[in-house]
């Protein structure tokens, strides 16, 4: 018995870690995410996870913290997005536009790094692209859980309004909802999940995280608050299942595991029929005789 609770992963710090710093992304990348989705903004997060790459390479490459350059570059861009977006909502244009540029300095910054700091931190832009939750130290991973902690308060906060003002944008402008300055404060939340998640699963991994959970509970429940609470359930599930399996076979990522049951799960939504809604008629009263 005590053989088998020694070779428990739970056992094992660097996998206490892990599983800390993980569940409490997860959960919140689930929040931002199903949002992200309802405001057909998925875009905006693909765009974040090579922002994510060029802020961390930019850090490395002036000899500064690699999480600094994370979410200086994510939450300052999802700022620039909602500035030149209409109502704080950026179209594909404006993302668009800004990715390609993005993506140059990315470049640039990467040759940078590997031409003068290279040899102080060799792994270091493999991990921002892949990730590294299996190696976050102890501090590391209680900061990241108290910072995704609360993105996930926020969202739950702003929920209700959020909600209001992306079913129907005009009517909650017109019922005094500040439909702009929640689209600049959710965008920034996803700046900030998007530089946490990072640390998770990787730049180039975290649209995963984001949108297949969120994708997954849409197609499960047609119920917002359900399924948003679903949303999360499911990122967090995923995780755990992909840190469990990556620790089964050393030789798969974690990051990998995660996105595969990610992955999985939503693609078996398209195998699960929902009950189509039963119209509602109305009993004939009698007039009498």
Known sequence: MTV?????????????HALLAGTAIAAASGLVGYFLVLRAQVFTA??????????AMAALAFGTDLRL???????????LFGTLGRRARPDDVVIGSVFSWILGLGAFFVTLYTTSR???????GVSVLFGSVFGISSGSAIVAA???????????????????????????????????????GFLALAGIIAAEA??????????????????????????PYRALALSAGLAVLETWAGL????????????????????????????????????????AVPTGT
């Open 4 to 16: 088998l609770l020694a070779d428990s992963p739970l056992s094992q710090p660097f996998f206490q």
């Open 46 to 55: 693909d765009a974040l996870s090579h922002v994510a790459f060029t802020g």
């Open 69 to 79: 350059g994370l979410f200086a570059a994510t939450v300052g861009m999802a700022l």
């Open 118 to 124: 290279s040899t102080t931190n060799g792994t270091a």
């Open 146 to 184: 108290l910072v995704a902690a609360g993105v996930g308060l926020l969202v739950v906060l702003i929920a209700r309004p959020l909600l209001f003002a992306t079913l129907d944008e005009a009517v909650a402008a017109a019922r005094g909802v500040p439909v702009r300055l929640l689209g600049h």
């Open 198 to 223: 990072t640390q998770a699963v990787g730049s180039l991994l975290l649209l995963g995280l984001l949108a297949a959970p969120a994708g997954a509970a849409i197609r499960l429940t047609d119920r």
């Open 244 to 283: 469990f399996a990556s620790y089964a076979v050393p030789k798969m990522p974690p990051s990998f595991g995660i996105m595969a049951a990610a992955t999985a799960v939503y693609a078996a939504t398209f195998l699960i029929r929902r009950p189509a809604p039963v119209p509602r008629t109305r009993t």
